[in-house]
C-alpha cells in the first residue's frame, strides 16, 4: 500500500486546439492538487475530454508532466519509469496476449523479472482465487468472455503486488449486469487486498459505489474532492450537483419573490412557489434570481401541497419517475407509490425544504447559507 499526492500538476500538449468559452484551453489538466491516502479506493470522475485519463497517465508515468509533482509515499516519481514506480495498472482494452494461456498471462510480468518459476507459481496460485480466475488458468483468451478477460488483466496487474493499483475504465467494455457484477468484485478485491487503488471512469454510479474518495474534473480542473456522501448531499456547484446523482438533480431557475413577510422560490410563468427555509433568509432577497437544486427523491406527493400536472410518467417496477412542467422548467421526481399515473393527472407536491440547495445564477457555485 501508499499514499499517492498529486500537487499543483499541470499538463498541457502543444497541439491542443480545443477552445473553451472562446478561449484557448491550454491544459488537459490544470494546477490539480489532491491525496490519495493510504489504503483508498480514489475515484477520478468526469465526462470525456475533462483530464481524467491523462492523470492517470502521468501518475502511471506513461505521459510526461508539464508541471507540478506527484509523490508516491515520500518519493517524487516525476522522473521514474513506469517499472520502477511499483504500480499495477488495468486499462480498459483487456490487451491479453492471445497465443497465451490465461497462466502465461498472468506469469508473463513475473517472468520479464527473471523469477523463477516455482515463485511464479506461488504468486499466480495466490491471486488467482482472490480474482476468482484458477479455473480459467489453462485457457486462452479466445475462449473467454468480456467479464473474465477484465479478471484477467486486473490478476495481471495485481499479481506484481504493486504499491498503487491504477484502474482505466476498466468495466466499460461490459453490458450492465456483467458491470454490476464486477464492481462488486472489485469493492470485495479490494477489501481483501488492501491496495491504494485509483480508477478512472465517466460512470457515476460506478464511482459513487466503489470509491471511498471521488476526484470529480471537468475541463481539466477539480471541481470537488470529496466521500460519495460529500459529493451528493454537498454539490460545492452546479456541474457536480447536476453530474452526480441518477436521475440527476433538478436544477431551476427561480426568483426569489415575498408574500406576507414570508420568502418564496417563484417559478417562472408559474403560480407554483416553494416557501424559502428559514436558513437561507440571511443570504436571500426578493428580487434574486438563483439556480434552486432539488433530488428528485426529495420532491413528495402528498394531500396539501402545491398542484402540479404530471408530463412524463415511468414505470421502471420498484420505483416510478414522474416528469413535471412548471411554467418554463422541467422537474423529475422518484417515488415508491403504487400508483399507476397518466400524463394529465394532477398530484400535489411538497419539497423536503432541508434538502434544498442554491447556486449563484452566474458562476454556478453553491451560495452557503
Known amino acids: 500500500m501508499a499514499k499517492l499526492i498529486l500537487k499543483n500538476v499541470f499538463k498541457r500538449y502543444d497541439d491542443r486546439k480545443k477552445r473553451k468559452g472562446g478561449k484557448l484551453a491550454d491544459f488537459a489538466v490544470n494546477?490539480?492538487?489532491?491525496?490519495?491516502s493510504d489504503g483508498e479506493f480514489v475515484g477520478i470522475l468526469g465526462p470525456s475530454g475533462c483530464g481524467k485519463t491523462t492523470t492517470l497517465r502521468m501518475?502511471?508515468?506513461l505521459e510526461e508532466i508539464t508541471a507540478g509533482e506527484i509523490y508516491i509515499d515520500d518519493t517524487l516519481i516525476n522522473h521514474l519509469h513506469p517499472k520502477d514506480r511499483g504500480i499495477g495498472l488495468a486499462f480498459e482494452d483487456y490487451a491479453l496476449y492471445p497465443p497465451l494461456t490465461v497462466y502465461d498471462n498472468i506469469a508473463f510480468n513475473l517472468r520479464a523479472k527473471k523469477m523463477s518459476e516455482a515463485d511464479i507459481k506461488k504468486e499466480v496460485m495466490r491471486i488467482a482465487p482472490l480474482m476468482k480466475v484458477e479455473e480459467l488458468l489453462d485457457m486462452k483468451p479466445a475462449a473467454l468472455s468480456g467479464g473474465q478477460k477484465q479478471r484477467v488483466n486486473i490478476t495481471r496487474a495485481l499479481v506484481r503486488r504493486p504499491k498503487l493499483l491504477l484502474l482505466d475504465e476498466p468495466l466499460s467494455h461490459l453490458d450492465g449486469k456483467m458491470r454490476q457484477i464486477l464492481r462488486?468484485?472489485?469493492?470485495?478485491l479490494h477489501k481483501?487486498?488492501?491496495c491504494t487503488t485509483i480508477i478512472v471512469t465517466h460512470d457515476q454510479l460506478e464511482a459513487m459505489?466503489?470509491?471511498?474518495k471521488?476526484?470529480?474534473m471537468k475541463d481539466g480542473l477539480l471541481q470537488q474532492f470529496g466521500t460519495p456522501y460529500e459529493v451528493y448531499d454537498d454539490p460545492v456547484?452546479?456541474?457536480?450537483?447536476?453530474?452526480?446523482?441518477e436521475p440527476p438533480m433538478n436544477l431551476n431557475k427561480v426568483k426569489i419573490t415575498e408574500e406576507d413577510n414570508v420568502l418564496y422560490f417563484s417559478f417562472p410563468e408559474s403560480s407554483v412557489k416553494i416557501a424559502v427555509p428559514p436558513k437561507y433568509t440571511k443570504v436571500l432577497k426578493t428580487g434574486m434570481h438563483v439556480t434552486l437544486g432539488i433530488r428528485p427523491n426529495d420532491l413528495l406527493i402528498t394531500q396539501d401541497g402545491?398542484?402540479?400536472k404530471i408530463a412524463v410518467f415511468e414505470n421502471l417496477g420498484d420505483e416510478k419517475r414522474i416528469g413535471i412542467r412548471i411554467g418554463e422548467e422541467y422537474l423529475t421526481l422518484i417515488t415508491s407509490d403504487e400508483t399507476l399515473y397518466k400524463q394529465g393527472d394532477v398530484i400535489r407536491l411538497q419539497v423536503r425544504e432541508d434538502k434544498t440547495h442554491i447556486f449563484d445564477i452566474e458562476t454556478g457555485d453553491k451560495i452557503r447559507a
Open 31 to 36: 494546477d490539480l492538487t489532491i491525496t490519495c
Open 59 to 61: 501518475v502511471a508515468g
Open 184 to 188: 462488486t468484485e472489485l469493492k470485495r
Open 192 to 194: 481483501e487486498v488492501g
Open 209 to 212: 459505489s466503489l470509491a471511498d
Open 214 to 216: 471521488i476526484c470529480i
Open 237 to 245: 456547484n452546479v456541474f457536480v450537483a447536476g453530474f452526480i446523482g
Open 306 to 308: 402545491s398542484p402540479v
